[in-house]
């Protein structure tokens, strides 16, 4: 059974960064596709950014250029950098694990992932 427990998630400006940090148990990230999400009060959850098991990576239209997802095999982490945040990136960040492989590209549907961590909130003030 993979467990993902997110962490790192504050109260910041606009214009600051964060970096949220994914910690996997329960098995190997190596060949494990996995995403980043996020929700804000309100509406539905929303496809960040994901990361393939070789990995090749791919982003949402509103974060590409900023964010940056990114693994660590040896600690079996996933980590989401996050730059140049503004207030619309306001919300609760869930770090998520496919069983099954999917391209960076494919992976972007919240049902296509099987394991979600609790998630941790970013709230960016202006």
């Known amino acids: 059974q993979v467990q993902l427990v997110e962490s790192g998630g504050g109260l910041v400006q606009a214009g600051a960064s964060l970096r949220l940090s994914c910690e996997v148990s329960?098995?190997?990230?190596?060949?494990?596709?996995m995403g980043w999400f996020r929700q804000a009060p309100g509406k539905e959850r929303e496809f960040v950014a994901s990361i393939s098991g070789y990995s090749d990576t791919y982003y949402g239209d509103s974060v590409k250029g900023r964010f940056t997802i990114s693994k660590e095999i040896a600690k079996k982490s996933l980590y989401l950098q996050m730059n140049m945040l503004k207030p619309e990136d306001t919300g609760v960040y869930y770090c998520?694990?496919?069983?099954?492989?999917?391209?960076?590209?494919?992976?972007?549907?919240?049902?296509?992932?099987?394991?979600w961590g609790q998630g941790t909130q970013v709230t960016v003030s202006s």
């Open positions: 998520a694990a496919a069983a099954a492989r999917f391209a960076a590209a494919v992976a972007r549907f919240v049902r296509q992932y099987d394991y």
């Open positions: 329960g098995r190997t990230v190596i060949g494990l596709s």
